[in-house]
């Protein structure tokens, strides 16, 4: 089975970050602004 997603939309985990840009080389990664917002406050 080929699996090769075009885009992946995630919260910010370092780890599920990571292993996205070391298996899937040609996905765009995006991470969400309400997460991200929530984060610093």
Known sequence: M???????MSDFEV???SVVA?????????SCYFHFTQAIY
């Open 2 to 8: 080929n699996f090769s997603p075009k885009l992946i």
């Open 15 to 17: 780890g599920l970050l």
């Open 22 to 30: 070391l298996e899937f080389v040609t996905t765009t990664s995006l």
